[in-house]
């Protein structure tokens, strides 16, 4: 089996107030093999009612592409998802280290790449 077939992909999207929706997706290395069921398992207690987390906590990327409006915008993003997938990995880490610093809640691990807010861009 190819090493690729064992990627773990986390899903997830930014919904509005206005209920519109922008999907996004991270796929990490999988060498301990995490079955998706089991990667959902350790996250969802670390959930905001089983559901929302902050994107600049677990360091994924953010998806709103408009200006931040206060009225309509949030900080929490849902999270959809985990699933094997052939993708290439599109972070450093691997599964198994983000799942750590999820369950955590930490800031940032030595070898994610910051990236800005939407408030710094």
């Known amino acids: 089996m190819n090493d690729l077939e064992n990627n773990l992909k986390f899903e997830y999207l930014y919904r509005d107030a206005g209920n519109y929706k922008q999907f996004g997706s991270a796929v990490f290395k999988n060498p301990t093999l995490i079955e998706p069921d089991v990667a959902t398992e350790k ?3 670390c959930l905001i009612d089983g559901e929302f987390f902050y994107p600049d906590k677990v360091k994924v990327p953010r998806l709103e592409n408009y200006e931040f409006d206060p009225e309509m915008d949030h900080d929490w993003y849902e999270f959809e998802k985990f699933s094997l997938t052939n993708e ?3 972070e450093v880490i691997s ?3 983000f799942l750590d610093c999820f369950a955590r809640g930490i800031e940032a691990a030595q ?3 910051d990236r800005p807010t939407r408030r710094e861009v």
């Open 43 to 45: 996250i969802k207690p």
């Open 88 to 90: 290439k990995p599109t």
């Open 95 to 97: 599964a198994q280290n």
């Open 111 to 113: 070898n994610i790449v």
